[in-house]
């Protein structure tokens, strides 16, 4: 009986632990559904947060995506951070219940977070000595003021981050403007200003404000004030230096500037006023976005032959529309840069150029106006060209200008266009007008006429000249002498002829324009080295070419069979002769920046060796010397072991080609190394002109951004820049384009192969935007390479019917030859691996993302080896630090597999 008692009191004890563990059950039941019900109300919530950031990404400010970049490092480490978070907790003792209570929820949060960090898209980072020669800080960029005493020295950021780039951008009628800045959506990232006095000494810092993100530099007329753009988070704002003290303050105020078409500034003459585009005082909020649309969007046409350029981020809605109308909309306004004070000119209107005219009493104005186009962007919609006095009343409107839709391909308008001040007279308008209705198909006598109408624009225009060809451009000297130059497309050729008062038209030059060795150069002007630059829609010159005597002076990049060599000419427009007054050693590379004395027997040249990085220099024309200005140091000394040298080969057909050859650092003599040709093909009239060869082999080896170059710190070789001409009378030269650019290759390897640097089994090729349609073609039409790097292309030329680079044939004229132009079209005969690679944000005409994404698809359908990599936020020319470096870093890892390790091929290379 006792016995049996303590079975009975040990079953009753095991029941009442079955009940216990019954309710522990019970419990952790209901713990698991507490943290289902929790985990779908966090569902729920983060859904509702994924809404909310999307309205709030629009809004946020630079600090906001800042930190979205710490958010994605955070993701990056989570794997990490969360065990260490389990280990801080596990190692604690709590109560046994709290513990449950919190482990449930920790571990299913685990199991969720750590899958989806690993599978989060990571940038990848290239070898650490790649990394180091990418971070060095570029050398300073120079601006010479008009006085020639003083040199602004602008320090940039090589790259912004991804962040930056992800910030909110208005992709609208061709341009990408940032709502927040109503300026462009990318700046130029200056962030300190020195000045160098010429005469020599130290560097003078200009007071720049704090996080300074700075552009378009700008000295005054007179040299003795600096003006600079500086972006912030809101707004731009003006501000202006000492040129003697470096002093600055900011001049516009509460004011915002209006930067969305461009440039928003120009000095008067006075040497104090500035006159802006601002952002009209008391603007309300941009038009919002209907979400439910009233009706469909329409576009139609009726009859009207609209042939056009494909062309990126144009206006396709009418709430489109009304942003473009909101963003581009400016008052102009003249800002004392003494006082910082501001008055207005005019009322607010989308205004496109803006320009002073010399004696600082008129102003040229642009007005944009509806409709606005879908089809092409700002620069061709309907506008009124106007000549306004300084308190904004209209003084002569000169042109209304209707919508460039319809301009036939290759073609211009038929009325008025390119409207300019003369430059050596103190209120002159010039502009040209067709006399073939704008289309280089009409068999006319002449196809221009050139107009001009002087103040105060009450008399009718007066003819200046005609032209046989299109015109290209027209600048007067000093003594009022004009150069006039046109063009012929189908010849490509280029003609200039001195126009002066009384005296018939005289040929100056008449070239083939493909002809480097022919070129004369380009004359120079008081304002010579002192444009605005660093920045955004920055102004050619605005001072007539020097003349003295009966002479004008000329500069170049001097192309000669053994490289270029800058140079510096005398030419006397009476009798025509030249005098060559400098021209650059054979064994470096010094081009002449701009005259430092009215006589012209002082210059400021650049200078550089393979051995001495560029710096500014000082000459007295007919003494062999040169003084130092600056003194810049070698950014990169990991490049210094890079050789390099010019080489020559010829094509079979006997076209002349050239490349650089770059060896990587340490490589000796006789050994085979990994070589990948960078290359973009060009088009030639004939193949005298393809031959001849640009470029010099004295430069100072500086690499920058994503350039291919980097890859000779990873033991590559570079064949960079080997020449792919496609030569063709007239408009015929793609019809041979695959022949020709097979051909080419094909020379280049045997060069490298018959220098003994490489055997044929270990060559890659690659190329950025017509180079990556390169790339495409010579895997898809021979087994030359090894792998192919194709950033950017176009593959599909269907996809771009009415031209594309310089073929003016539309596709209907010529479909085969739009067909056989198409690696698209021959996706199945690529049998050697390719990468494509893509900006997601691509804004160049033709290369709409959508051509990688097909090809890719063409390819893998196919059963090729290819990787297809997309890059947020990214145009056609990459920009990010971290886009940049996984750029590098995908290169180097394609091409080590692809090519550097490649095995012995022992299918036909066909050769």
């Known amino acids: 009986m006792r016995a049996l008692s303590w079975v009975i009191g040990e079953l009753s004890w095991v029941i009442g632990e079955l009940s216990w563990v019954i309710d522990e059950l019970s419990w952790v039941i209901d713990e698991l559904s507490w943290v289902i019900g929790e985990l779908s109300w966090v569902i729920g919530e983060l859904s509702w947060v994924i809404g909310e950031l999307s309205w709030v990404i629009g809004e946020l400010s630079w600090v906001i995506g800042e930190l979205s970049w710490v958010i994605g490092e955070l993701s990056w480490v989570m794997p990490g951070a969360t065990r260490s978070l389990f280990d801080t907790i596990r190692k604690q003792e709590r109560p046994m219940s709290s513990m449950r209570t919190l482990r449930f929820p920790l571990l299913l949060a685990l199991l969720i977070a750590l899958p989806l960090a690993a599978q989060a898209p990571k940038y990848l980072l290239p070898p650490p000595e790649v990394v180091a020669a990418f971070d060095a800080a570029p050398l300073p960029e120079a601006l010479l003021s008009p006085s020639k005493k003083v040199m602004a020295l602008a320090y940039r950021k090589a790259q912004p981050s991804i962040a930056m780039l992800s910030r909110p951008v208005l992709r609208i009628a061709g341009e990408r403007v940032n709502p927040r800045t109503n300026g462009p959506h990318r700046t130029a990232l200056i962030y300190a200003i020195h000045l160098q006095k010429v005469a020599g000494g130290g560097e003078t810092k200009v007071t720049v404000p704090a996080n300074a993100n700075l552009s378009n530099l700008k000295f005054s007329p007179d040299g003795a004030k600096l003006a600079f753009l500086n972006t912030r988070d809101d707004g731009i704002e003006l501000w202006v230096a000492s040129a003697s003290s470096g002093e600055a303050k900011k001049v516009s105020g509460t004011a915002r500037l209006n930067a969305a078409a461009g440039d928003p500034c120009d000095w008067l003459r006075d040497n104090k ?24 969007n329409v576009q139609e046409n009726e009859g009207k032959t609209a042939q056009a350029a494909t ?3 144009m206006i396709k809605t009418a709430h489109d ?28 209107a989308i205004l496109g150029d803006v320009s002073p005219s010399p004696n600082d009493r008129f102003l040229l104005v642009t007005k944009i106006k509806r409709p606005f186009s879908h089809l092409i962007p700002i620069n061709g919609f309907p506008e009124d060209v106007e000549v306004w006095d300084r308190k904004g009343a209209t003084v002569k409107k000169l042109a209304d200008r209707p919508s460039r839709e319809g301009v036939p391909i290759a073609g211009v308008e038929a009325g008025p266009r390119g409207h300019h001040w003369r430059e050596d007279q103190p209120a002159t308008v010039i502009w040209t007008e067709a006399l073939d209705g704008g289309d280089p198909k009409a068999k006319v006598p002449f196809r221009d006429h050139v107009m001009t109408l002087a103040a105060p624009f ?18 007067y000297t000093e003594k009022g002498i004009a150069l006039l130059t046109e063009s012929d497309r189908v010849s490509r050729k280029t003609r200039t002829w001195i126009l002066e008062a009384g005296a018939a038209p005289k040929k100056l030059w008449d070239r083939k324009q493909d002809a480097a060795y022919d070129n004369p150069g380009i004359p120079l002007t008081r304002d010579s080295g002192s444009r605005s630059f660093a920045g955004f829609g920055g102004r050619g010159s605005s001072s007539p070419i020097i003349q003295i005597g009966d002479s004008i002076y000329l500069t170049g990049q001097g192309a000669s069979k053994e490289g270029d060599r800058p140079f510096l000419d005398r030419l006397n427009l009476k009798t025509l002769e030249s005098e060559r007054l400098f021209r650059c050693a054979s064994d470096v590379y010094e081009t002449v920046v701009a005259p430092l004395s009215a006589d012209m027997k002082s210059i400021l040249t650049r200078y550089e060796t393979p051995k001495d990085p560029p710096n500014y220099f000082v000459r007295t024309l007919g003494v062999d010397e040169r003084r130092a200005v600056t003194a810049f140091n070698d950014p990169q000394p990991q490049l210094r072991g890079v050789e390099h040298q010019y080489v020559t080969y010829q094509r079979k057909d006997g076209v002349k080609l050239s490349a650089t050859l770059y060896l990587p650092p340490g490589y000796k ?10 290359a973009y093909p060009r088009e030639f009239g004939d193949a005298d002109s393809a031959s001849q060869v640009t470029g010099s082999p004295n430069r100072f080896t500086i690499v920058n951004g994503y350039s291919h170059l980097f890859l000779l710190l990873s033991g590559y070789a570079i064949f960079d820049n080997p020449t792919m001409p496609i030569v063709g009378p007239g408009e015929t030269a793609n019809d041979h384009y695959v022949d020709q650019l097979v051909a080419s290759a094909e020379a280049a390897i045997d060069k490298v192969v018959e220098m003994g640097i490489a055997d044929r089994d270990h060559i890659g090729v690659g190329g950025h935007s017509y180079g990556a349609f390169m790339t495409a073609n010579l895997l898809a039409h021979s087994r030359l390479f090894r792998a192919g790097f194709a950033e950017s292309g176009a593959y599909n030329r269907t996809l771009t019917p009415f031209g594309f680079q310089s073929e003016r044939r539309t596709f209907w004229e010529v479909p085969d030859l739009y067909a056989k132009m198409s690696p698209f079209w021959y996706a199945d005969k690529v049998k050697d691996p390719i990468l494509l690679m893509h900006g997601e944000a691509d804004d160049n005409s033709g290369t709409f993302p959508i051509q990688s994404e097909r090809f890719y698809m063409a390819l893998k359908g196919y059963g090729a080896t290819v990787r297809y990599i997309t890059l947020p936020n990214e145009a056609h020319g990459y920009a990010a630090r971290e886009t940049l470096l996984d750029v590098l870093a995908e290169r180097i890892n394609w091409f080590d597999k692809y090519v550097k390790n490649a095995p012995v091929r022992e299918a036909d290379n066909g050769r």
């Not at 003819?463 to 299109?470: A, N, P, T, V």
């Not at 006789?670 to 960078?678: A, D, F, K, L």
Request: proline share 10%.
């Open 669 to 678: 003599r006789g050994e085979h190394v990994p070589v990948i040709m960078w």
């Open 273 to 296: 006023t500035l006159v802006c585009k601002v952002v009209p005082m008391g603007r309300g909020p941009a038009p919002a976005d209907i979400h439910v649309p009233g009706g469909p």
């Open 458 to 475: 009450s008399a009718d225009p007066l003819e200046i000249g005609k032209s046989e060809w299109r015109f290209a451009n027209l600048s």
């Open 311 to 313: 062309y990126e981020d």
């Open 321 to 348: 529309e009304d942003l473009f109308a909101y963003y581009f909309t400016s008052q102009l306004a003249a800002i004392d840069s003494s006082a910082a004070t501001l008055v207005n000119i005019g009322k607010p």
